[in-house]
């Protein structure tokens, strides 16, 4: 790199991990692109992490225009979900897990959304004007799944929509926990739709104060994990399957860096 590094750059081996997770085309069509995929992926992780528009990325990075146009191109044709996938397998596969999971923890984050426009609503239990972040996590608390929605669709109808996503693509999966909010009939549609047990986790009764609960803190280290974005700290999208590509790209960035390290 002819310039000064930035924390979020991706080094020598990070790069070679998601090099080879990146689905080239088979045949390159039209001009060579001038900047190296490799500079460009280290804007956008950039952006994610400091949280600044488009407009304002560092002069030493490619432009703008060059960088956004590929973020955007690899959320429409599905790159972004590919490099996430073909990382998450491996990253369990490396974990000494088998790369499909057997059980998983479902949970939503209300999250704000500002002047950007696009879709929005009101959740009155957490009392915040903006959008969900409905996430299925395994036991690593990596995402298999991620859907952003109005923050006034209840969680039960939100679940449907999350797991209808991804039902037909979980061959090992058997048992979900969920907290209080996806109680009711919910269980039985999940047993009827998908085939899988969802298992509520509730807080006793006379518990006082925080407690920290079975298998549900896990998601929570995982909204956790997006909330060290500051792209993330706000929905700042005028789309939400552009919210879910950056998601996706902090994750990303996570699981190279968890295989780049060995630290699991």
Known sequence: MGRNQYLTDINDKQWDIIENSIPWPAEARGRP???PIREILCAILY????????RLLPHDFPPWQTVYYRFSKWKKDGTWQ????????????????????????????SVKTTESGGPS????GKKVKGRKRHVLVDVMGLIIAVLVHEANIQDRDGAKSLLSKVSERLPRLRLIWADGGYAGKLVDWVLRKCGWVLEIVRRAENTVGFKVLPRRWVVERTFGWL?????LAKDHETRMDTSEAFIHVAMINNMVRRLASGRF
Not at 47 to 54: N, Q, S
């Open 121 to 124: 609503g009101y959740d009155a």
């Open 47 to 54: 952006i994610t992490r400091a949280g600044c528009a488009w």
């Open 82 to 109: 590919i490099i996430h996938d073909a990382l998450f397998r491996e990253t369990r596969k490396a974990a000494g897990r088998d790369e499909e999971p057997s059980a998983a923890i479902m949970d939503s984050q």
């Open 227 to 231: 909330g060290r974005y500051r792209r």
């Open 33 to 35: 692109c001038k900047w």
